[in-house]
């Protein structure tokens, strides 16, 4: 079993940056692909971005090049680096874990946090 606990959020400025962070307990995240998912209101979740049990590392075409995704194995921890926020931006960012076949499928994933929130102003 994995516990996964998220943090970082906030409100911040269009242009601004934040960092979240997803902290597991009860298994290492080495053991399993970490992916970063995000639900805005009346919307679907979806994919954000993904680290592999390898390392490798996907983004969605929306984030790519803004967020960064990164482990830290020593502290058990995933990131999201999240640079040049836009309004739409906004929603509850979630953390999963688990064996993924499509690591952009939230259905696959095993493992979630609670969520926290981002709200990014014009």
């Known amino acids: 079993q994995v516990q996964l606990v998220e943090s970082g959020g906030g409100l911040v400025q269009a242009g601004g940056s934040l960092r979240l962070s997803c902290a597991a307990s009860g298994r290492t995240f080495t053991g399993y692909a970490t992916g970063w998912f995000r639900q805005a209101p009346g919307k679907e979740r979806e994919f954000v971005a993904v680290?592999?049990?390898?390392?490798?590392?996907f983004y969605a075409d929306s984030v790519k090049g803004r967020f960064t995704i990164s482990r830290d194995n020593a502290k058990n921890t995933v990131y999201l680096q999240m640079n040049s926020l836009k309004p739409e931006d906004t929603a509850v960012y979630y953390c999963?874990?688990?064996?993924?076949?499509?690591?952009?499928?939230?259905?696959?994933?095993?493992?979630w946090g609670q969520g926290t929130q981002v709200t990014v102003s014009s």
């Open positions: 999963a874990a688990g064996f993924p076949i499509n690591t952009a499928q939230a259905t696959d994933y095993n493992y």
């Open positions: 680290i592999t049990r390898g390392g490798n590392t």
